[in-house]
Structure formats: structure tokens, C-alpha cells
């Protein structure tokens, strides 16, 4: 669940959070994430969490919500969130293939709820709302921009935020399968047929 994701927008980056990007269509686990932070500040951190005491690195991209206060290896995270613009999800066929779907909200920019140490972030995955269950069962906790502090500062909570009743999906090529590819080409619809 959520194995890519985009932050292509720039013009809103810049005019929301006052930062020049570059476009990302394809930002794979292990590459820089942009982020807020607790303190409210922007940092680029990398997407792969491991816990403090790991000898060797977990590389964890998602964390499912149910298990943040349970397991041992998400003790002392702190918050923060992922900024994004789509992510892409694989749907199962039934002769074993998979197909690329591109989701996202008009393309305009929203967050991830996710948490984070001195290795690495990691996006924090709730069970897919009513929208998106027939693409995967687990999604990213998506927010909005006032939905930011409610995640950074309340007692740990799912937020089911309401901009996802407006996400579009839709089918892209397996081009954006390599993490080396990232360009328009990466979003760009298919047809139906």
C-alpha cells in the first residue's frame, strides 16, 4: 500500500509553504520525503523508518495505524506529516499481473499523517474508506491543510478526513514500475479501450 507517490506541484508548494521544488512523479521508499514537522518546520527526510535500537535498517515505508503504540519497533516516533499529490497503488488482476493506478485529488496538494525518527519517515496506513476499497484495502491517512496540527498535536487518533470524497483514480502504464522514471509520462492516463 502506497509504494510511490507524487509531489508535483511546485507553484502551490512554493505559494503554500514558501519552498522551490522540483516535481516528483515517482519517489520511491528510500528516497527524500518532504515533511513538517512537530516543530512546524520543512525538512527533507528519508522514506524508510527503523526503529532506534535496529542493528541493521528495517526500511519501513508504511506503519499501520493499529500497531503505532503496540509494537516495539515504533517506540519514541515522533509525528509528522508527508507532503503529496497523489500516490499509486497496484491493483491485483485476476491472471496474476498487476495494473498502476494513480490516485489523487485534482492534483492539488494534501498530506500524509506519518512519523518519523533520526533514520527516517515512515506514511501512516488506515483500512481504505468506502472510494477506494476496490483499489486496495489500506490507504494512506490522507489530511488536508487544517487537518496538519489536529495530527501533530492531539492524543493519536484516525482522521478521516473529508477531502478524501473527492479523490479521482485512474489507470497510468507500468512506466512508473522503475523508480528511475520520474516524468509526466509517470501520471499520464490510458485510454480505455
Not at 503504540?69 to 496474476?96: I, Q, T
Not at 498487476?98 to 527516517?120: C, Q, V
Not at 491543510?145 to 498535536?153: C, D, M, S, T, V
Not at 507500468?174 to 490510458?190: A, E, F, M
Request: proline share 4%; hydrophobic share 40%.
Amino acid at each position: 500500500m502506497c509504494g510511490r507517490f507524487t509531489l508535483r506541484n511546485f507553484e502551490q508548494v512554493k505559494s503554500v509553504h514558501d519552498i522551490i521544488i522540483d516535481p516528483s512523479y515517482n519517489i520511491a521508499p528510500s528516497q527524500q520525503a518532504l515533511v513538517i514537522k512537530e516543530d512546524e518546520t520543512l525538512d527533507f527526510i528519508d522514506w524508510s523508518f527503523s526503529p532506534f535500537w535496529a542493528k541493521k535498517p528495517f526500511n519501513l515505508i508504511n506503519v499501520q495505524y493499529d500497531s503505532l503504540d503496540v509494537k516495539p519497533s515504533f517506540k519514541n516516533y515522533k509525528k509528522c506529516v508527508f507532503l503529496a499529490d497523489g500516490w499509486y497503488e497496484w491493483v491485483r488482476l485476476k491472471d496474476g499481473s498487476s495494473k498502476p493506478i494513480f490516485i489523487h485529488l485534482n492534483n492539488d496538494l494534501f498530506y500524509f499523517a506519518a512519523i518519523y525518527n533520526d533514520a527516517g519517515g515512515a506514511i501512516v496506513t488506515i483500512d481504505a474508506q468506502a472510494s477506494l476499497k476496490n483499489i486496495h484495502h489500506r490507504q494512506p491517512m490522507v489530511l488536508n491543510a487544517e487537518e496538519i496540527k489536529e495530527w501533530l498535536f492531539s492524543e493519536k487518533q484516525v482522521i478521516f478526513s473529508k477531502i478524501i470524497e473527492a479523490i479521482s483514480s485512474y489507470e497510468v502504464s507500468k512506466y512508473v514500475n522503475s523508480p528511475r522514471n520520474n516524468d509526466t509520462k509517470c501520471v499520464q492516463q490510458i485510454s480505455e479501450k
